[in-house]
């Protein structure tokens, strides 16, 4: 059964974290494409922001289901704290308010990353439109690199992957990729007040150039 965080104390981070600014200038690549996230020798942790009533079922159950979430669509994950914290306004958007970290097998991440299909044939490689449709529709992930951005929202010259999940993968993904449902929301108001660049009071969680243990047709280096 998965395990779920309701990020109830609000004064403990529910990831272990380090300021912005010391990961930024000693850890972080300047530019390039790379999957920067949070993750152990067993798991990653990957992004999503809903509704309420989406965010606090997945909370309450360890997994998502409930009246207004639908597995009959694609449904996109971010490992990038700062990613999704530009998509969501630091949890201020409407529609974006719940803040989810999904801890994920790392076995199961990886998988995903193998299934992967460029979300276009310009971004894909391949040699002829059909050859990447044909991609297209045999794979339920979609991958997507943007631009990164900083905490204000500033655009970076480095890259942040996004990976989108349907069908029986995003299924999966709830049921079997899943260990734990983590609240974020506390966590991100208490360093909403510090979201600028230069800022040295801002904490983040603590996030590394991620490799995948086998070659999972991604070059994340």
Same mark, same amino acid.
């Given at each position: 059964?998965?395990?779920?965080?309701?990020?109830?104390?609000?004064?403990?981070?529910?990831?272990?974290? %380090?300021?912005?600014?010391?990961?930024?200038?000693?850890?972080?690549?300047? $530019?390039?494409?790379?999957v920067l996230a949070h993750f152990d020798d067993r798991s990653i942790v990957?992004?999503?922001?809903?509704?309420?009533?989406?965010?606090r079922y997945a909370l309450e159950y360890g997994r998502f289901g409930g009246p207004d979430y639908s597995f009959n669509r694609m449904s996109w994950i971010k490992p990038n704290f700062l990613w999704m914290m530009y998509?969501?306004? @630091?949890?201020?958007? %409407?529609?974006? %308010?719940?803040?989810?970290g999904l801890r994920l097998r790392r076995e199961f991440f990886d998988a995903v990353l193998r299934q992967?299909?460029?979300?276009?044939?310009?971004?894909s490689g391949m040699a002829s439109q059909e050859a990447w449709a044909l991609a297209v529709a045999g794979s339920d992930v979609r991958?997507? @690199?943007?631009? $990164?951005?900083?905490?204000?929202?500033?655009?970076?010259?480095?890259?942040?992957?996004q990976l989108g999940l349907r069908g029986k993968t995003l299924r999966a993904l709830s049921e079997e990729g899943l260990l734990e449902v983590i609240d974020?929301?506390?966590?991100?108001?208490?360093?909403?007040?510090?979201?600028?660049? $230069?800022?040295? %009071?801002?904490?983040?969680p603590?996030?590394?150039?991620?490799?995948?243990?086998? $070659?999972?047709?991604?070059?994340?280096a």
């Open positions: 059964m998965n395990t779920k965080n309701s990020g109830s104390d609000v004064g403990q981070p529910p990831l272990p974290v %380090e300021p912005h600014l010391a990961q930024q200038s000693l850890h972080w690549p300047r $530019d390039g494409e790379h990957v992004y999503q922001a809903y509704r309420p009533s989406i965010g998509r969501c306004g @630091w949890g201020l958007k %409407e529609g974006q %308010e719940v803040v989810l992967a299909v460029a979300s276009s044939f310009a971004a991958l997507q @690199w943007d631009p $990164d951005h900083a905490p204000s929202g500033a655009k970076l010259q480095r890259r942040a992957v974020m929301s506390p966590f991100i108001a208490s360093q909403r007040p510090f979201a600028t660049d $230069d800022s040295p %009071e801002l904490l983040m603590v996030e590394r150039v991620y490799r995948p243990k086998a $070659d999972a047709g991604l070059n994340a």
